[in-house]
């Protein structure tokens, strides 16, 4: 028998068939098929795509699960596959895109990922440089059609893909190659680079022209369209009026603890965002120059791995390295984290944006590298990446949930602040400001979405958000428009951390009170990372049935 169970076998086929028709997501596993090709973005190929998803799911319903870890695995791929599929056929799926999300943006990160090591490599990349006319091409012709149903993307969004568009077709994409062959070993990349940004610039021309003054001018989805889509990001059903009202009492909590510091920081501050001027200016918190932002990041990193392994994690070994690199030009404000391949040859990875700039300041960045690294999104994903035998394939490579998966992040941070790693008024300022973002997210996020009251008596909109996000998340006024993009583009995902993080903690103080002196901390971390990504409902649900083993 070469797999534990029918499950396991219906998971490990679905991925194989999934990945033939995504030569993106091949890459994405790292199994090293198609990697001179795009994915087509048609509707054909959607189709197809839905189709077996249509097909898997039928199977997969007649399947018997032979124990626990077979009912779990059966249970997350159903949902998975449900909510994925109701997006295609709604058409959502089509209409929602963004600057963090789309497919041009996609089609610019994926060769970040590819292997760059033998003439094999970098010849797969010139061909693929070749084939984004075409995978633009199908993306375009798309949401052209879906437009012409009546379904369009909001204006803002359009605008923000126009703007990285036109990034890439600057120069983007021959930057890129010059960063992965900077002696110029391998001309055809070079060559090829010159074909993607052309193509960018005539996608950019078709958004620009053609799609922008046919899209909707609304930024707000409104309530059945945001419900739908804060299912499929949290895996719970949540009442959003309460939720609301919980983000605001939360903001405030950590507003109050942040004036606290503040009297330390800058006593005759008038307010949140001078203090934050304060530590952004501060010589003792500058990192000078990319090349010394991504060592500070690494040396960081390693040494949250070898802190964090033993007492409270259980850090294999074949997922100790996580590397720190610069994001590519064109990339959103925020940074991110990139799992490791299924095989593991490509490491987990962080990534800085430097956004133009030759510095950065780390009062903020301590709690946003334990959240992307160790022990948050690397420790995490990389425990579900190795645990192939509770864990289908399907669980370890195509489950994740924003709920669970940033939640889990977020309480990393939390955790991190209990163990007094945040012991210095700045650092400490940088992880409530966190805090408060996740929080300020809630608020503005379905505030926006659903037309709730600002604080001074009008609905939400662009320009409050970015007013809460500057004054009392302490963003700055680039991050604070680029945040509120994000939240309009991509409604329901934003409070996904915070909602998370409120069962991550729940699942813990529960476990503390039940099991009393038997409870320990390591073995429950482990125990819940183990059980794999899934909706937080259902994680709230098994977690309750944990006996501390």
């Not at 999934?18 to 199994?31: D, H, I, K, R, V």
């Not at 249970?75 to 799926?93: C, I, W, Y």
């Not at 962080?350 to 950065?360: D, F, H, Q, R, Y």
């Not at 992307?372 to 425990?383: D, F, K, N, R, S």
Request: proline letters at 5%.
């Amino acid at each position: 028998m070469t797999h534990r169970s029918p499950i396991f076998e219906i998971s490990d086929v679905y991925i194989d068939q999934e990945a033939a028709l995504s030569p993106m997501g091949c890459t994405y596993l790292g199994n090293g098929l198609n990697q001179d090709k795009l994915d087509d973005f048609s509707l054909a190929a959607a189709e197809v795509s839905a189709n077996l998803t249509r097909e898997t799911l039928k199977k997969l319903s007649a399947m018997e699960p032979i124990d626990e870890i077979d009912r779990i695995a059966k249970a997350v791929m159903t949902e998975r596959l449900e909510s994925g599929l109701a997006l295609h056929d709604s058409q959502e799926s089509f209409v929602l895109w963004n600057v963090l999300t789309s497919p041009p943006s996609n089609v610019r990160s994926i060769f970040e990922l590819m292997p760059k090591n033998t003439a094999q490599d970098f010849d797969n990349i010139a061909k693929r440089l070749a084939a984004v006319d075409g995978a633009y091409k199908s993306w375009c012709e798309t949401i052209l059609t879906i437009a012409q149903e009546g379904k369009t993307t909001a204006q803002r969004q359009v605008k923000g893909v126009i703007e990285q568009l036109d990034s890439y077709a600057k120069g983007g994409y021959s930057a890129m190659c010059k960063n992965f062959d900077a002696d110029g070993k391998y001309p055809a990349i070079h060559e090829a680079a010159k074909l993607a940004e052309k193509a960018s610039a005539k996608a950019a021309d078709f958004l620009r022209t053609q799609y922008l003054p046919i899209a909707t001018p609304n930024d707000a989805v409104g309530a059945e369209r945001y419900a739908v889509w804060a299912r499929y990001f949290t895996g719970a059903q949540l009442d959003l009026p309460a939720t609301y009202e919980w983000g605001k009492q939360e903001l405030k909590a950590i507003n109050d603890r942040m004036w606290e510091l503040a009297k330390l920081i800058n006593p005759s501050a008038k307010t949140l965002r001078e203090v934050a001027d304060t530590l952004d200016n501060d010589p003792k918190y500058k990192v000078v120059g990319p090349e010394n932002v991504v060592k500070y990041l690494q040396d960081f990193t390693d040494a949250a791995m070898k802190r964090m392994n033993g007492e409270f994690f259980e850090i294999d070994p074949r997922i100790a390295i996580c590397e720190a690199r610069l994001a590519p030009e064109g990339s959103a404000s925020a940074p991110y984290y990139n799992p490791p391949s299924e095989d593991l040859s490509r490491p987990g990875t962080t990534w800085i944006p430097m956004l133009g700039k030759n510095e950065v300041s780390n009062w903020h960045l301590v709690s946003t590298w334990y959240h992307e690294a160790v022990p948050g999104h690397h420790l995490q994903i990389g425990t579900a990446t190795v645990e192939k035998d509770r864990l289908t394939r399907f669980q370890r490579t195509s489950a994740w949930i924003s709920g669970y998966g940033e939640g889990w992040a977020l309480y990393a941070e939390r955790f991190m602040n209990e163990l007094g790693a945040f012991d210095e008024p700045g650092i400490e300022m940088g992880y409530l400001s966190a805090q408060a973002l996740r929080a300020a997210r809630i608020v503005v996020d379905i505030g926006m979405h659903l037309g709730y009251k600002d604080f001074d008596g009008n609905v939400w909109n662009a320009e409050s958000s970015r007013k809460l996000l500057n004054e009392q998340a302490l963003l700055d006024e680039d991050h604070s428009r680029s945040e509120t993009d994000r939240y309009l583009g991509w409604p329901g995902q934003a409070i996904s951390y915070k909602v998370g993080e409120r069962v991550w903690m729940t699942a813990r103080e529960d476990a503390k009170v039940r099991l009393g002196d038997t409870f320990n901390m390591k073995k429950f971390h482990s125990y819940a990372l183990k059980l794999g990504p899934m909706g937080l409902d259902p994680f709230a649900t098994e977690m309750k049935l944990w006996a501390g083993q």
